[in-house]
């Protein structure tokens, strides 16, 4: 008989938007992820999968490349004609990386969409995701720090954190590390277990360590390692927190600020294709070093 834990995790995508390699980057790690001899294998955009009982699925952001995701992973895969294991996605911001993957959903399937106001307002005022067949895919507006059930015996709880709005919306210089609808994590609870999945985050605040101080694990925003490592790499012109993600290392990093929460696993994932933690050197081990894992598609942890 085939045991079953009280939580089940996959890491879908464990890339940042873009994934890797990004499909007009020629860095070096997107060169290697390009290389078949190479250690580093490609990674898919960012998105994870909960269960407790193997058989019924939560998605946590609709990835564009969710379909190569479910071919990657048996678990989400259909077992009869016109079936999913998959019975609801959990929105955590507006990001074209967390929501491109909704229009692959189209084919007449139901499930459960749930997102804040702010990210559902995004849906419902663009008429592509239309395609979403209303009668079948039904729309849940969540308020922050209202518990949900993504899935039976599994509790959820949206949390603002510091952001910003998707990129698309900006108009100007926009604010930044704000506490809104916009940019969310999610707490999930089944049994005595308790993990968050951050994707995105501006700065770890006193607030948000204390919530994730002693949970079991934390999947956490690795954009990138160092706050200048678009502008040093010749990739960008933005640091990391004017994009809205903290960095790794540094003052203010999550290295040090996630370090001392007592988190038995802390794992790293919307990993930027620049992030040099992707592959072996002083970066990676700087990081597993202190405790904490890099995430990688197909990454699977069971409480």
């Known amino acids: 008989m085939k045991q079953k834990s009280d939580l089940r995790v996959i890491v879908l995508g464990a890339a940042a938007g873009g994934g890797l390699p990004q499909w007009n980057c020629g860095c070096l790690n997107c060169a290697l992820a390009r290389d078949q001899a190479s250690s580093l294998r490609p990674q898919t955009q960012s998105s994870l999968a909960a269960s407790v009982d193997g058989e019924t699925w939560a998605v946590f952001n609709a990835s564009p490349d969710i379909r190569q995701q479910i071919q990657a992973n048996r678990p989400l895969q259909p077992r009869r004609l016109r079936h999913s294991p998959i019975s609801s996605v959990v929105l955590t911001n507006g990001d074209i990386d967390h929501l491109a993957g909704l229009l692959v959903l189209r084919e007449k399937q139901p499930f459960t969409l749930f997102s804040t106001g702010a990210v559902g307002r995004i849906i419902a005022e663009n008429s592509v995701f239309g395609v979403l067949d209303a009668k079948l895919v039904a729309r849940r507006t969540v308020a922050i720090e209202e518990p949900f059930s993504p899935l039976p015996s599994l509790e959820a709880r949206l949390f603002a954190v510091p952001g910003k709005v998707p990129l698309f919306l900006e108009s100007g210089e926009p604010d930044l590390n704000i506490e809104s609808e916009n940019t969310v994590g999610v707490e999930l609870r089944a049994g005595s277990r308790r993990v968050y999945y951050i994707p995105g985050c501006g700065m770890l605040n006193d607030a948000l360590a204390a919530r994730l101080r002693d949970a079991d694990a934390v999947f956490f925003d690795g954009t990138l390692f160092s706050d200048d490592e678009m502008i040093v790499t010749g990739t960008g012109h933005k640091t990391g927190r004017r994009m809205g993600h903290m960095p790794i290392a540094g003052e203010g990093g999550s290295l040090d600020a996630l370090g001392g929460l007592d988190i038995p696993r802390k794992i790293y994932v919307h990993i930027n294709n620049t992030n040099p933690i992707w592959r072996a050197g002083a970066e990676r081990e700087?990081?597993?070093?202190?405790?904490?894992?890099?995430?990688?598609?197909?990454?699977?942890?069971?409480?």
């Open 286 to 303: 700087s990081v597993e070093g202190r405790g904490f894992e890099v995430g990688f598609d197909g990454m699977e942890v069971r409480l």
